[in-house]
């Protein structure tokens, strides 16, 4: 049975700067690389799921967001974590696009690519957006990376942590159905 961590880019892989467009500007959250691991000896694979909408603002090219993208799955490649996928939505809030988070679009191409059961799955973002999206495709534990206990409090479900070490305590604390 496949299992899928779903990580958000922008706040969860790397420093959320704004518009990331050039791989000088990337810098990796501190313990992204633990936490994969820990979820990839879990047997989970890693899929990332990301807005883009400074591709449809004309804020960097295509060719820019796929270096950036090399870059972070080159930089994973070598602390040994294999990335499964990665899915993004170059559009526009304006744009209405069903694959844009809040909407569920990615999650639920990424389970329907990868025949896996939403409930087998987690996430983690750093927004209410990425929470509302996993919520809707089905995702039943969630966690939302914050800086502050307040922005959180208006959403039902997601476990609130602030660090990502704070994920791995809480999912070995967690009892397991298998």
């Known amino acids: 049975m496949k299992q899928l961590l779903f990580l958000d880019r922008d706040g969860v892989i790397n420093v959320d700067v704004h518009f990331v467009s050039r791989v000088e500007d990337i810098v990796f959250i501190e313990g992204i690389f633990k936490l994969c691991n820990y979820f990839r000896s879990k047997d989970f694979e890693i899929v990332i799921v990301t807005n883009q909408s400074g ?69 983690v973002g750093d927004r209410a957006r990425d929470i509302i999206a996993a919520n809707a495709a089905g995702i039943p534990q969630n966690y939302l990376l914050v800086k502050d206990d307040l922005i959180a409090n208006h959403l039902l479900g997601p476990i609130i942590v602030s660090s990502l070490a704070e994920i791995i305590e809480f999912h070995q604390s967690t009892p397991t159905d298998s």
Do not use: W
């Open 55 to 123: 591709l449809a603002k004309g804020l960097f090219s295509q060719q820019e967001f796929q270096r950036v993208m090399t870059y972070i799955l080159e930089k994973f490649k070598s602390e040994g974590i294999e990335i499964l996928a990665y899915f993004y939505c170059p559009h526009a809030p304006v744009d209405l696009c069903k694959c844009r988070k809040p909407l569920p679009g990615m999650f639920i191409q990424a389970i329907q690519k990868f025949n896996v059961s939403a409930k087998d799955c987690i996430s």
